[in-house]
């Protein structure tokens, strides 16, 4: 008999593979891209600074292994060195940062077709710990995000970059909150 | 520049801040010719809607002109007079494909807030809290609007501002809770609010083809603005059975269909109305929802009630008994502007329809908080504010 794909439960198994109740972060978005694309552009971790927030950039040292730093709201950096440890191409990517790092953090992605062409499904799973404690206060604090929150954000940043080829943002807009801000009128 | 900055629950004022600059590839940035004061900035106004800051500008109906774009811009050209809609979309994701405008994914930069309080994020919108993206608004000399290409309609030299400026909200929301009525030959329309929505949504039932419109509402003005286009009206502080008095209007069958233009700060004389109010300001429910109930109850057994007035939270006393027993159809949700602004701006040029009729005050800027105040009073029978920049 011939073997059939299912995409649709190919990628429900997928989902269940990391699915695990502790994991701190997990999200998963569609995303109106090519698997192949959205894989080679994830896969190429220099790309990441593009829509990752707070990511400052991200330098592949090897194939396997690459330095990541990010930018604090204070402007304190912080940097490691992680390295993949597992890859199915096109599929899946896991990540983790080299034994000893400042910043103990690992997760995998995942990329499948969504039913009847309805663009690849992208699930992500983040851990990020800081050894000793306080620093992910400190992070926390900086980048204003819980670490629960940052596949979630992360993912739908990735996902508005990839379908528009910019991240939505107001940084920079005018308001009336601006150091200069000048009153004309406030009757009330 | 100047701009209209929500300073508070029923504080607005006029302030000088730095112009918008381009801050994506798909920007443009936009003089302000004409903007408007909508019925949904009084929920702002009036500290219905959380996620305000002190200091956001306000506005969701611009128009003007193209003084700048983005690397990305491709359609638009500096000098291009344009339409803005009110709800910002990428044009890219699966539901701007879908022509599903205000679902889309992408342009809230804010979408984390919207996904873990609804389970998913709508799109956003201009001057309309950080829920929605907390994009500056176009009560102002200036406004940056993202995915520029997506979010404009240009239109043609030498017409006039006024004619088309409700292309950016409410003639295509009054637009779509019409066609969400999919009315028929020999159809009767109940629209419960004749503000600029209401008065959209009458005439757009009777260019799709309704027989008859109803049209409650409490402010005479308004009442003949509604009869001026045909349709037929009830003061509701005037009838003491309101329901009672549609089911009878409409031979005891209710109508086809009911349009709640009002939302979520429904004004009304009845037990439940009351309680609402005493609740909001206790914050048990947020939502006033006395127009929808009415609705629910007035209208015909297997009809539509379609739901273009903005709600934001928790409706308490909604009779899901009677729309379930009655096998009604609910439609709602946010317009997709995008969808019609098209369509619905040849209505205006080959004569069909002139949306200007609304306009009840013209306004220049620095005017804006007493305007604010005045429409949120209704005083003078203001039905809508346009600020001319």
Known sequence: MQKSINPTTDFAKNLRGHYHEDNPSRFA??????????????????????????????????????????????????????????????????????????????????????????????????DFKIPGGPLTEVITMFTGEDPESLAHINLRRLKAFLETGEVPTTEGQPSGREKNAETITDKH | MKALTWEGKQKVAVKRVSDPTIINPQDAIVKVTTSAICGSDLHLYDGYIPTMEKGDILGHETMGEVVATGSSVKKLKVGDKIVIPFDIACGQCHFCKEEEYAACDNSNPNAIIGDKL??????????????????????????????????????????????????????????????????????????????????????????????????????????KMAEQAGAETINFEKCDHLLEEIKFRTGGMGPDACIDGVGLEAHGNTFPAVLDRVKAAVSLATDRPNALRQCIQACKKGGTVSVPGVYGGFLDKFPFGAAFGKGLTLKMGQTHTQKYMKPLLDLILSDKIDPSFVISHRIKIEDGPNAYEMFNNKKDECIKVVIKM
């Open chain 1, 29 to 126: 978005v569609t995303i109106n891209q090519p698997q192949q694309l959205i894989y080679s552009f994830f896969r190429n971790f220099e790309n990441l600074s593009l829509f990752m927030k707070d990511l400052k950039s991200v330098i592949m040292k090897t194939d396997r292994v690459s330095h990541w730093i990010i930018r604090l709201k204070n402007g304190m950096e912080v940097a490691w060195d992680a390295q993949v440890t597992a890859e199915r191409p096109g599929e899946m990517i896991g990540w983790q940062s080299l034994e000893g790092s400042e910043v103990e953090t690992s997760g995998s992605i995942w990329f499948s077709p969504a039913p009847a062409g309805r663009g690849t499904v992208v699930s992500l799973t983040m």
């Open chain 2, 118 to 223: 609804y389970g998913h994020s709508g799109a956003a919108a201009f001057g309309y809290s950080h829920m929605f993206g907390g994009y500056a608004g176009g009560q102002a000399e200036f406004i940056r609007v993202p995915y520029a290409d997506t979010n404009s309609l240009i239109i043609p030299k030498g017409i006039d501002d006024e004619k088309v400026l409700f292309l950016s909200d409410i003639f295509p929301t009054g637009y779509m809770a019409a066609e969400n009525c999919g009315i028929r030959r020999g159809d009767t329309i109940a629209i419960w609010g004749a503000g600029p929505v209401g008065q959209m949504a009458i005439r757009s039932a009777f260019l799709l083809g309704a027989d008859r419109v109803i049209a409650i509402d409490h402010f005479e003005g308004r009442l």
